[in-house]
C-alpha cells in the first residue's frame, strides 16, 4: 500500500482529490494540508511514501518550498497544478499532473510515480496526456532547457534562498 500526503489550498479538490486516490485500495491518504507548515508536520507524524503537491498553496508558501522540505524527509513529490512549470523539476518532483484531470488521469499517474519509485524501468503504456513525467539528468551531456538546474543543491539552495527573500 502506498501511503500519500496531499497538499493542496482548495479544500474541496482537497477532498475530491483524497476520494479519487482512494477508489484504489493500493493507495491511502494519511493527512491533507494546505500549506508547507502543515505538510512538514504531516510529514513528519505519518512518513508517507509520496506527496501529491499543488504549485501554488495558502499563507503564500508554494508546492516547490514544500518539495524541498519533503525530501529532507525523503519523501518524493508529484505536483498537481494548473500551471506547469517552465522547465522540468527532477529533483523536485517525479512529474507533474496537469488540473484538470479525472479518476483514471490520478490512477495511472500514481502507478507510473509508483513505477519510479520502485525503479521499474517499463513504465505503463497508457499515460495520461496530461501528465508529465521528469527523467533524471544524463550526464552525457544532453540538451537541456534554458533554465534547467540539474544539481539538486544548487536548485534547493537557489529555491531557499528565493523562499527565504519573498517571506521578508
Not at 482548495?10 to 486516490?21: E, I
Not at 494548473?82 to 527532477?90: E, N, Q
Amino acid at each position: 500500500m502506498l501511503n500519500i500526503l496531499i497538499v493542496e489550498d482548495d479544500a474541496q479538490l482537497a477532498t475530491t482529490l483524497k476520494y479519487l486516490v482512494e477508489d484504489n485500495p493500493r493507495y491511502r491518504v494519511v493527512a491533507t494540508t494546505d500549506d508547507l507548515d502543515g505538510a512538514v508536520a504531516a510529514a513528519a507524524k505519518h512518513s508517507p511514501d509520496l506527496a501529491l503537491v499543488d504549485l501554488r498553496l495558502a499563507h503564500g508558501t508554494t508546492g516547490f518550498s514544500v518539495a524541498v522540505r519533503m525530501s529532507d524527509f525523503d519523501i518524493p513529490c508529484f505536483f498537481i497544478t494548473g500551471k506547469a512549470p517552465d522547465f522540468p523539476m527532477p529533483d523536485l518532483a517525479l512529474g507533474c499532473l496537469m488540473k484538470p484531470f479525472t479518476a483514471e488521469d490520478i490512477h495511472r499517474s500514481l502507478a507510473a510515480a509508483e513505477d519510479l519509485m520502485r525503479g521499474r524501468e517499463a513504465l505503463r503504456p497508457k499515460m495520461p496526456v496530461n501528465l508529465t513525467l521528469y527523467d533524471k539528468v544524463e550526464e552525457d551531456g544532453a540538451e537541456t532547457q534554458p533554465g534547467y538546474i540539474p544539481s539538486r543543491r544548487s536548485l534547493k539552495t537557489r529555491l531557499e534562498h528565493w523562499i527565504a527573500g519573498t517571506q521578508h
